[in-house]
């Protein structure tokens, strides 16, 4: 059974920095890829970020471009996001997604939250002063 654990989420103050994870068990990293998903209160679910299994490839939402960063540090079973110069607007509850077993579940498809199998439970972000 597929379990992804999401953790350090909090609260950060406006232009400040913060780091989430997501543990990943019952398949490997080396053959599914990762996405980043948030989604704010009255919002739809946003996907913003995914690590290719494939090649390694990393993907971003153009809200998120230059600010985040997506890895996989030694090739682990964990995919962490870092989060910098954060705004108000970056409030949400963030969730960590694997695609379905198939093909192409080692490639970033796209950012709809369908093509997405497994899913966290998620980690609250919260940016404010």
């Known amino acids: 059974q597929v379990h992804l654990v999401e953790s350090g989420g909090g609260l950060v103050q406006p232009g400040g920095s913060l780091g989430i994870s997501c543990a990943v068990s019952?398949?490997?990293?080396?053959?599914?890829?990762v996405a980043w998903f948030r989604q704010a209160p009255g919002k739809e679910r946003e996907g913003i970020s995914c690590?290719?299994?494939?090649?390694?490839?990393?993907y971003y939402a153009d809200s998120v471009k230059d600010r985040f960063t997506i890895s996989r540090p030694n090739a682990k079973n964990t995919v962490n996001l870092q989060m910098n110069s954060l705004k108000p607007e970056d409030t949400g509850v963030y969730f960590c997604?694997?695609?379905?077993?198939?093909?192409?579940?080692?490639?970033?498809?796209?950012?709809?939250?369908?093509?997405?199998?497994?899913w966290g439970q998620g980690t609250q972000v919260t940016v404010s002063s």
């Open positions: 997604a694997t695609p379905p077993p198939g093909g192409l579940s080692d490639y970033c498809v796209d950012f709809r939250p369908e093509s997405f199998g497994s």
């Open positions: 690590i290719s299994a494939f090649d390694g490839s990393t």
């Open positions: 019952g398949l490997s990293l080396d053959h599914y890829a």
